[in-house]
């Protein structure tokens, strides 16, 4: 069974920063593209960044480039997203997706809250 489980979310400060990990099971991880998208309360979903499989290109939203870095280990069929200088507005549930750009959760996604 084909499985994106997320995990690394939390409660953080203003400027404060968090990774989170997405685990791949039951399928060839280093086969595809991944994004990571975030829903944030009352709104719809939203892209945040994207990786390709081969070669490895990364794309981000303006709303986070210069302070996420998404990377991949197709080793551990893991993907992370590296998050500094988090805002409020960077507060949702984000989950792993498998394709460029956007696409649907699969999982619970994990829980980031950026409040003082």
């Known amino acids: 069974e084909a499985q994106l489980v997320e995990s690394g979310g939390g409660l953080v400060q203003p400027g404060g920063s968090l990774t989170l990990s997405c685990a791949a099971s039951?399928?060839?991880?280093?086969?595809?593209?991944m994004s990571w998208v975030l829903q944030a309360p009352g709104k719809g979903r939203e892209w945040v960044a994207s990786?390709?499989?081969?070669?490895?290109?990364?794309y981000y939203a303006n709303s986070v480039k210069g302070r996420f870095t998404i990377s991949r280990d197709n080793s551990k069929n893991t993907l992370s997203l590296e998050m500094k200088s988090l805002k409020t507005e960077d507060t949702g549930v984000y989950c792993c997706?498998?394709?460029?750009?956007?696409?649907?959760?699969w999982g619970q996604g994990t829980q980031v809250t950026v409040s003082s």
């Open positions: 990786i390709t499989s081969n070669p490895v290109t990364v």
């Open positions: 997706t498998r394709t460029l750009f956007g696409g649907a959760c």
């Open positions: 039951g399928i060839t991880f280093s086969n595809y593209d």
